[in-house]
């Protein structure tokens, strides 16, 4: 299939009134140098362009949750809202409620979903696909939605924007619903956004676009090549090529012992890959929270903490303690001080994928490099997100220079990307059945401290990595018992509720929806759905159909 051609995007440019707002109030809009050409004609985020006012909406708490405000879209030019608020704000009886609900359209809950009486789990999640897809080719000028030329699926609940990292599991749940078009759809739409801003962000909004997620831009390159055959990767090359250039922008410029942006250059020369975020200010979707997190912060610099939550944002895992220094204080996360496991294995499969593409491009040069970076960083991780005395993959702090030690959920990346030895991959494959398997799937890390990347929540994208994962080292039986677990788990949560939702608790009697974090447990779920039928599909006797869980269970 052919790429679509792409649609031209208007510009939006910021009025001589409100720059100068901003610049009196000390607002202003980070960007990376190598950027700054592609986001001088991006959207500015609610917290910039509505400066003081934005955050005197959210000192007040008017909503329960703080991206309500941020998914509010002005009536009017921010310039002119903002302008009358500070004249406005002066009155007597002035109502910042009623100035908000008179200024701006707040973002309204869909009508529930309500699935049709006696659907089994997978007629549910067949049915949910058109509920959870949305259309913006066109977005409001002062939204902060990003327009995409194509339809796409989001998460569910609070997140009405489609999600980098979500939206490859949910794309494989499409793919095995049979709904490749709209695999094709996402894969355009997040192409589209590689050649607009030069990064694929967060998640379509403009409070998103000063960081990324795990970079999963080459495995749905991956899966559409499963229907569509090479010509997928020779069609996405050069936004493939993007895709790298972001996480390795600057690693010709370090000395050994430096880090700028995503990469870090070790002290022997060895390139590997952080989280970051461009911005160092407390995040526009949760900005009270941040603020309160670093009130009393005095052996830090706030800036430096901001960006390590945004980074931490950036990760996927918001929060873990895999981040912390100290595991139940969020406080200390250091994200930007450390070499993810899981990133690094994924930015391998993208350097081999490069490779591949390049390979079929008949570019004989370019491939045999990023066949040869593929290798140095499998190399680089299996010496230093190896941890040698306990026996499993981890993280590498590289200002301690010193892996983590702390066994999470990410360890089997480097079995999922197949990245792992034989005999790593055997030693981390023990480790995981001894301390993470739990009665109802995959426990992302050893440790409760409230945070929802922590004990006792299971997430359905690290059950999928660790059933392929395991899969691709001859671990079969473990594989199936973690599947068949969080599947049961699953299952059971929606005989008794009727939803599947964004993660679930997994270690303990007390099994079913997930707790913890900063927003009440989501439904829908994108991520949970394609999970939840591609492990169907692979644990179901040949020859019989998985209308549900306990069918598959009655075939072993």
Request: glycine share 8%; net charge neutral; hydrophobic share 35%.
């Amino acid at each position: 299939m052919q790429r679509v051609e792409k649609r031209q995007w208007k510009t939006v440019v910021a009025l001589p009134l409100l720059v100068a707002a901003l610049a009196q109030a000390g607002y202003v809009m980070a960007a990376e140098p190598q950027q700054q050409h592609m986001l001088s004609d991006a959207p500015q985020p609610p917290d910039i362009r509505l400066g003081p006012l934005f955050h005197a909406v959210q000192a007040a708490k008017l909503f329960p949750d703080q991206k309500t405000f941020a998914d509010a879209i002005p009536k009017s030019n921010p310039s002119s809202i903002l302008a009358d608020w500070q004249m406005q704000k002066k009155q007597r009886n002035f109502d910042l409620r009623h100035f908000v609900d008179t200024n701006f359209t707040l973002p309204a809950d869909g009508e529930k979903y309500v699935p049709p009486a006696g659907q089994s789990l997978r007629e549910h999640i067949d049915g949910l696909w058109p509920v959870l897809t949305r259309s913006a080719n066109q977005a409001n000028q002062w939204d902060s939605l990003l327009p995409l030329p194509k339809p796409y699926v989001v998460p569910g609940g609070r997140f009405r924007e489609v999600y980098y990292w979500d939206s490859y599991f949910t794309m494989l749940g499409l793919a095995e619903s049979g709904h490749w078009d709209r695999v094709q759809d996402m894969v355009e739409n997040f192409a589209s956004l590689l050649d607009k801003y030069g990064h694929i962000p967060n998640g379509n909004r403009s409070y998103y676009l000063s960081r990324s997620q795990p970079p999963f831009f080459s495995m749905m390159v991956d899966l559409l090549a499963q229907h569509e055959g090479d010509s997928a990767y020779s069609n996405y090359l050069p936004e493939l090529q993007k895709e790298y250039d972001y996480w390795m922008a600057d690693a010709d410029k370090l000395k050994p012992g430096e880090a700028s942006k995503r990469v870090v250059k070790l002290k022997d020369g060895t390139l590997l890959n952080r989280y970051w975020n461009a911005r160092d200010v407390p995040r526009t979707e949760s900005y009270m929270d941040d603020i309160a997190t670093a009130k009393d912060v005095t052996e830090r610099n706030k800036g430096e903490l901001y960006r390590d939550l945004r980074a931490g944002a950036a990760s996927g895992w918001d929060f873990s303690s895999r981040w912390f220094a100290k595991p139940g204080d969020l406080s200390t996360i250091q994200t930007t001080t450390i070499l993810p496991v899981d990133l690094n294995a994924l930015m391998f499969h993208l350097e081999q994928t490069l490779a591949h593409a390049n390979k079929l491009a008949k570019n004989d040069e370019a491939s045999q490099r990023f066949d040869a970076l593929a290798k140095k960083r499998q190399d680089a991780i299996n010496r230093y997100q190896w941890d040698s005395r306990q026996g499993w993959y981890a993280d590498y702090d590289w200002q301690k220079a010193a892996v983590r030690p702390q066994l999470t959920a990410a360890t089997l990346f480097p079995l999922y990307l197949k990245v792992a030895t034989e005999d790593k991959a055997a030693k981390t494959a023990t480790a995981v059945q001894k301390q993470l398997v739990k009665e109802g799937g995959l426990v992302t890390t050893t440790n409760n401290n409230g945070q929802q990347w922590d004990a006792p929540n299971g997430w359905a994208p690290l059950q999928w990595a660790a059933v392929e994962g395991l899969n691709n080292y001859g671990k079969q039986a473990l594989a199936k018992d973690i599947g068949m677990r969080f599947l049961n788990n699953v299952q059971t949560t929606y005989d008794k509720q009727h939803k599947l939702v964004e993660k679930y608790v997994v270690e303990g009697k007390g099994l079913g929806g997930g707790g913890g974090g900063e927003y009440p447990l989501q439904d829908g779920f994108g991520w949970t759905n394609g999970v939840t039928l591609k492990l169907m599909d692979l644990y179901c006797p040949k020859g019989v159909t998985c209308n549900n869980v306990g069918d598959i269970t009655k075939g072993q």
